[in-house]
C-alpha cells in the first residue's frame, strides 16, 4: 500500500488540476504523452527567467555566470537521478526521439556496416525504430525482430534467436507505451552480453519517470529519456552515454558551442557533453528537468513506484468489472507500469477517447506511435489511460463512469464492421489467446477454448486454464470460420 | 450480428444514429471485381484506412464499394458518401464530393449553406456535429479525400 496522505498532498502541488472542465473536475490519464508540472518545477523555471537568465558559456558577465552554473548544476541533478557520477556524460536533447536520433547519426552511421544486424522488439515506440530501420537501409543492415508474447511481454526465447545473428546493436525499451510492461533490463542484458561485444540502448521514456533508475545496475551503455514525461517542460530530454563510447562518436550538429577551435578549412570539437550540444541549449528545460527530479526524490521513486502500482491494481480490478472492456497487457502489476491500454466493445478508440474527453476525461486512443505492434496484435489501436503521482483511485472511478456514458450512446453497435472482418491475432489478457474481441459470440481462447473475459461473470472457466506462453509465435488461420477448423493440438485443458 | 442503432435513444450532436446505422451496416461495403479505379487513402495520425473502388462508365459512376478501418465518423462518413453517389454522373460526384468538403470545413451554418453553392448533400448533412470537433474532421473527410482522387484517377484513362 502507498502513503495515501502523501499523494493526496501531491495533486495540490499541479495547478493545472484545479481547473473544472465543464464543470466536471479534470481527469487527467495521458501522462505517459505528457505529464502536468508542479507548482516547483513552474517556479523554478519562473525562477530563473525573472533573476538569472542569460545565454550560458563566455558571457563574462554576473548573469551569464549565473546562468551557466545553474545550467551545469541543472545536469548535475539529473545525472544524480540516473546514478551517474561522470555528469559529463549526461547529454541535454530535445526529447528522447532526438537522443535515439543523435545515436542513430553518430554511432550508427560510424559502426554499423552492410550485412551487420541490429535487434529491436516489435513493440518498440516509431521513436525507436524508425531511426534505425532507415539506418538499416542506407547501410543494407538487418533488422532481427524480438517478438511479443501473447500477455504483452518480451518474448526472450525470440531475443535468443535474434541474439545469434551477433547483433552490433541491441535497443530496447524499458517500459512499453501500449501495454505498460516492464522489460526485464537486467536479464536482456546479461543474455545479450553473454553472445559476445555488443552495443546496448535503453529506451527510457516510459521507465525512467517511475522506476528507480540506476544506468550502472540496468547495464546498458546508453539511455535515452524525456523530460515533459516526468514533470518537467518540454524541449528537454537527455541521452546518457558511457564516456569512452560518447568519446569515440563522430559529432552530430555542428555550430556553436560544440567546437574546441574552428579555421577556414577545417574545425576541432569540443570535450563532453558540449560536442553534442550545438547551439544555444534549452536552458530553462534543464533547470525545470532538475527541479523535477528535485520533486521526484523528495516523494521517493519507490514511493511513487507503490503509487503505480496501487493505482494500477485498482484500475484493472474496476476496468475488469466493465462489461466488454478487456485490458491488454500483463495483469500483473510487477511486471507493469503507467500506462494501461484496453479495449472497449468494438468501438473505435477515437470515438471512446471523444466520448471520454466530453466527460473531461483525458485519455489517448490510436496506434500510439507503434504501428507494428498493432499490425502484430491485429488491432487497429487501442484506448490508453496512462498514471503518474497526481493520480488517484478516483480518476479511474471517473474513467469508469464515463465509460457507461461511450456504452450509452453505442449501444446497439457493439460490433464495429470492421470486427467480424478483422479478427485480432491475439488477445493479451491473462495470456488467452483470442481471435475475437470480447463482444463477439465468438471470442474464446483458441488454446483452450474458453470464453472470454466477456463472459467470465457467467462461466468462472478463466481462472482453470494456464495456457502454454513460451510458444513464440501463435499461427492463426483468419480465414477459416472457427467451426470448420481442426481444433488445434491440445485442445480443451479445462473441463 | 450486432443490432441496428435505431434502438439507441440517445440523440448525440456528433454521434447522430444515422451515422451509429452507417457504422454498424455500412453500405457499399465490399470491393468491386472490375474497378475503373482503386486507390487507397489514410489518415496517418490516426491510422485509419479506406480503400475505394469505382466503376466509371459513361461519364457516369456504374458502381461503388469500399472496405476499411476506421472510427465510427470515418466509416459512416465513407458508407454514406458512397450510396449517395451510386448512379450518379462524374460531374454530379465531383460537386458533392466538394459540397461536402466545404461544409465541414466551413465555421457555422451560414457559411456552409454558402459555400454548398445550392448543392443538397442529402444525408452527409448529419456529419455537421463534426465541425466542433476539429481534430475529427479529417475523420469525416477520409472518404471525401479518397473518393476526389479516384474520381481524377478515373477521368485519366
Given at each position: 500500500m502507498y502513503n495515501k496522505q502523501l499523494f493526496a498532498h501531491v495533486r495540490g502541488d499541479f495547478p493545472i488540476l484545479k481547473q473544472r472542465f465543464q464543470g466536471q473536475p479534470l481527469t487527467y490519464l495521458d501522462s505517459a504523452a505528457s505529464s502536468q508540472q508542479p507548482e516547483q518545477v513552474i517556479e523554478a523555471v519562473a525562477e530563473f527567467t525573472r533573476t538569472s537568465y542569460a545565454n550560458i558559456h563566455r558571457g563574462l558577465y554576473h548573469l551569464s555566470e549565473l546562468s551557466t552554473d545553474l545550467y551545469d548544476r541543472a545536469r548535475q541533478?539529473?545525472?544524480?537521478?540516473?546514478?551517474?557520477?561522470?555528469?559529463?556524460?549526461?547529454?541535454?536533447?530535445?526529447n528522447t526521439t532526438e537522443s535515439l536520433n543523435l545515436l542513430a547519426y553518430t554511432w550508427g552511421e560510424k559502426y554499423i556496416e552492410e550485412g551487420d544486424s541490429i535487434a529491436l522488439p516489435v513493440l518498440e515506440h516509431h521513436s525507436d525504430l524508425v531511426p534505425w530501420q532507415q539506418l538499416a537501409l542506407r547501410k543494407k543492415a538487418q533488422l532481427r525482430w524480438i517478438e511479443i508474447r501473447p500477455d504483452g511481454t518480451l518474448d526472450l526465447d525470440s531475443l535468443q534467436e535474434a541474439l545469434t545473428h551477433k547483433p552490433k546493436l541491441l535497443t530496447f525499451t524499458w517500459v512499453s507505451n501500449v501495454f505498460g510492461t516492464i522489460n526485464p533490463v537486467e536479464e536482456i542484458v546479461r543474455l545479450a552480453r553473454a553472445q559476445g561485444p555488443i552495443t546496448i540502448i535503453l529506451d527510457g521514456a516510459q521507465g525512467v519517470p517511475h522506476l528507480k533508475t540506476d544506468v550502472q545496475r540496468l547495464g546498458v551503455d546508453f539511455l535515452a529519456f524525456s523530460g515533459h514525461k516526468m514533470l518537467s517542460p518540454t524541449g528537454i530530454g537527455v541521452l546518457w552515454g558511457k564516456r569512452e563510447l560518447l568519446e569515440r562518436m563522430p559529432a552530430f550538429l555542428f555550430g556553436g558551442s560544440m567546437i574546441s577551435s574552428v579555421k577556414r578549412d577545417r574545425s576541432s570539437w569540443d570535450v563532453l557533453p558540449n560536442r553534442f550540444e550545438a547551439g544555444t541549449p534549452n536552458i530553462?528545460?534543464?533547470?525545470?528537468?532538475?527541479?523535477?527530479?528535485?520533486?521526484?526524490?523528495?516523494?521517493?521513486m519507490e514511493e511513487i513506484r507503490r503509487h503505480d502500482q496501487?493505482?494500477?491494481?485498482?484500475?484493472?480490478?474496476?476496468?475488469?468489472?466493465?462489461?466488454?472492456?478487456?485490458?491488454?497487457?500483463?495483469?500483473?502489476?510487477?511486471?507493469?507500469?503507467?500506462?494501461?491500454?484496453?479495449?472497449?466493445?468494438g468501438i473505435h478508440p477515437h470515438d471512446i477517447s471523444t466520448l471520454l474527453g466530453r466527460e473531461g476525461v483525458c485519455v489517448r486512443a490510436g496506434h500510439h506511435c507503434?504501428?507494428?505492434l498493432m499490425r502484430e496484435i491485429g488491432m487497429g489501436g487501442t484506448t490508453r489511460a496512462s498514471f503518474y503521482?497526481?493520480?488517484?483511485?478516483?480518476?479511474?472511478?471517473?474513467?469508469?463512469?464515463?465509460?457507461?456514458?461511450?456504452?450509452?450512446?453505442?449501444?446497439?453497435?457493439?460490433?464495429g464492421p470492421g470486427?467480424?472482418?478483422?479478427?485480432?491475432?491475439?488477445?493479451?489478457?491473462?495470456?488467452?489467446?483470442?481471435?475475437?474481441?470480447?463482444?463477439?459470440?465468438?471470442?474464446?481462447?483458441?488454446?483452450?477454448?474458453?470464453?472470454?473475459?466477456?463472459?467470465?461473470?457467467?462461466?468462472?472457466?478463466?481462472?482453470?486454464?494456464?495456457?502454454?506462453?513460451?510458444?513464440?509465435?501463435?499461427?492463426?488461420?483468419?480465414?477459416?470460420?472457427?467451426?470448420?477448423?481442426?481444433?488445434?493440438?491440445?485442445?480443451?485443458?479445462d473441463a | 450480428m450486432p443490432n441496428t442503432a435505431s434502438d439507441n435513444l440517445i440523440n448525440d450532436d456528433l454521434y447522430r444514429q444515422i451515422i451509429l446505422d452507417h457504422y454498424s451496416r455500412p453500405r457499399c461495403n465490399h470491393r468491386l471485381?472490375?474497378?475503373?479505379?482503386?486507390?487507397?487513402?489514410?489518415?496517418?495520425?490516426?491510422?485509419?484506412?479506406?480503400?475505394?473502388?469505382?466503376?466509371?462508365?459513361?461519364?457516369?459512376?456504374?458502381?461503388?464499394g469500399f472496405v476499411g478501418e476506421g472510427c465510427s465518423i470515418s466509416m459512416a462518413a465513407a458508407s454514406m458518401l458512397a450510396e449517395a453517389i451510386k448512379g450518379q454522373p462524374v460531374a454530379k460526384v465531383r460537386q458533392l464530393a466538394q459540397a461536402f468538403k466545404a461544409r465541414l470545413l466551413s465555421h457555422d451554418d451560414a457559411q456552409a449553406a454558402q459555400e454548398a453553392q445550392g448543392v443538397d448533400i442529402g444525408e452527409l448533412e448529419a456529419l455537421d456535429g463534426v465541425r466542433d470537433y476539429p481534430v475529427r474532421i479529417k475523420c469525416a473527410l477520409l472518404g471525401c479525400n479518397t473518393l476526389l482522387t479516384a474520381l481524377d484517377e478515373a477521368q485519366k484513362d
Open positions: 541533478r539529473v545525472a544524480r537521478f540516473i546514478g551517474v557520477e561522470d555528469a559529463p556524460t549526461v547529454i541535454f536533447t530535445r530553462s528545460g534543464a533547470i525545470g528537468l532538475a527541479a523535477a527530479c528535485d520533486y521526484l526524490d523528495s516523494l521517493g496501487a493505482l494500477m491494481s485498482y484500475a484493472i480490478e474496476q476496468l475488469n468489472n466493465v462489461p466488454g472492456a478487456e485490458v491488454l497487457g500483463p495483469l500483473d502489476v510487477n511486471q507493469r507500469c503507467g500506462v494501461l491500454s484496453f479495449y472497449f466493445k507503434c504501428q507494428p503521482v497526481y493520480n488517484n483511485e478516483e480518476d479511474v472511478d471517473r474513467l469508469v463512469a464515463a465509460l457507461g456514458k461511450v456504452a450509452q450512446v453505442f449501444k446497439g453497435v457493439e460490433c470486427c467480424e472482418l478483422r479478427p485480432r491475432k491475439v488477445l493479451v489478457q491473462s495470456g488467452h489467446r483470442q481471435l475475437w474481441p470480447a463482444c463477439c459470440p465468438k471470442s474464446q481462447c483458441t488454446t483452450c477454448l474458453a470464453p472470454s473475459a466477456h463472459n467470465r461473470a457467467l462461466s468462472n472457466t478463466m481462472d482453470s486454464c494456464s495456457p502454454d506462453l513460451t510458444t513464440p509465435t501463435l499461427n492463426v488461420d483468419l480465414t477459416t470460420p472457427r467451426s470448420q477448423q481442426v481444433p488445434s493440438e491440445g485442445g480443451r485443458k | 471485381e472490375h474497378p475503373t479505379c482503386s486507390v487507397e487513402g489514410t489518415n496517418p495520425s490516426c491510422g485509419d484506412e479506406i480503400e475505394l473502388d469505382l466503376l466509371v462508365k459513361d461519364g457516369v459512376v456504374q458502381d461503388v
